[in-house]
């Protein structure tokens, strides 16, 4: 699924890593799908990557599979955050001056608004309403994006 953000990225081509021993090709995409099956966390803050994983086998054994592909992971994970970003920036729906696009709102006196500009368009959303805001907005992408969506975020369990 992760093959679909290709067209999404511009400059050089993605890695996706090579062939590993005997047993067959496995992919940096597939150790990343498999990672989020796994329940394994990853963030990625410029090129640092950081893992947050649950105690289980399965989850060691893709550990050791995503440390082996660790440079293309690493460029995988940027070029989603990059779709991901262009993405919502060009699904970003304005709102009215004074008025919170995540709750509907008005403006609260311990809660200030945080004003969020793409290009000419602007919405206002309460400090306190922004990460859900953002969540969501990466929920939608993931589903447009077909990425495979993080263990601990689906809302289907
Ligand atoms: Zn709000």
Known sequence: ?????RTQREGDPLKTGGVVGVV???????????????????DINGDQVSLEWPDTSAAQAVIDLLRRFKPEVTELLSAERRAIVMWINGNFRPGPTGRCVQCGGGGRQHDPFVSLFVGE???????SCHAKWIAEQEAEAWVALGIEIPKERRTDK
């Open 121 to 127: 368009d602007r919405a206002d959303i309460h400090a």
């Open 1 to 5: 699924m992760i093959d679909s953000l």
């Open 24 to 42: 067959g090709a496995v992919s940096a995409a597939d150790a990343l799908k498999l990672a989020r099956r796994a329940g394994i966390r990853l």
